[in-house]
């Protein structure tokens, strides 16, 4: 197998366990928000931290390093559309990431741990989690698209 081969290899590996990982993390707090059982909300939100933190930043990882190495291939970043679009939209879904979901989840699970033995979740935190739900779609739709370029290429 060839390096470009192997390469190619962990960047599907990454792409799975990022996306994966996003989605299903999303269908699974989706669905426990809406039990509005203390217990399962704060349950539910530490495996989020949990989860993003070891999947999420592991598939990142795996994507952004096997990119740039393969991108190599193509020449210039800047050069082909498709490596640009792709680069940029992984890079906004980062930002979106590190400047307002991981600040959510981080009140969030801070909620969570003071209430997982009330009998209420406070209002914060579901207006909290209306902006982890807009916010996070909108994240996830990015690297969708960036998957668009990847597989298609248009020029």
Avoid: C
């Avoid at 989605?23 to 039990?35: E, P, S």
């Avoid at 990119?67 to 490596?83: Q, R, T, Y």
């Amino acid at each position: 197998m060839e390096n470009y081969q192997l390469l190619k290899f962990f960047h599907f590996i990454g792409i799975i366990i990022f996306l994966g990982n996003i989605i299903v993390t999303a269908i699974w707090k989706i669905l426990a928000d809406r039990t509005k059982s203390p217990a399962i909300v704060a349950f539910s939100q530490r495996l989020v931290t949990i989860t993003d933190f070891a999947f999420t930043v592991t598939g990142v990882t795996l994507v952004a390093v096997t990119g740039i190495m393969m991108a190599a291939k193509f020449g210039d970043i800047a050069d082909v559309l498709w490596l640009s679009w792709g680069t940029w939209l992984f890079i906004l879904s980062g930002i979106i990431w590190l400047l307002i979901l991981i600040p959510i989840q981080v009140k969030q699970a801070k909620a969570a741990r003071d209430f997982s033995a009330k009998e209420e979740i406070p209002a914060s935190y579901w207006i909290l989690s209306k902006y982890w739900l807009v916010f996070g779609a909108i994240a996830t739709a990015l690297p969708l698209a960036n998957l668009y370029f990847m597989v298609f290429k248009p020029t």
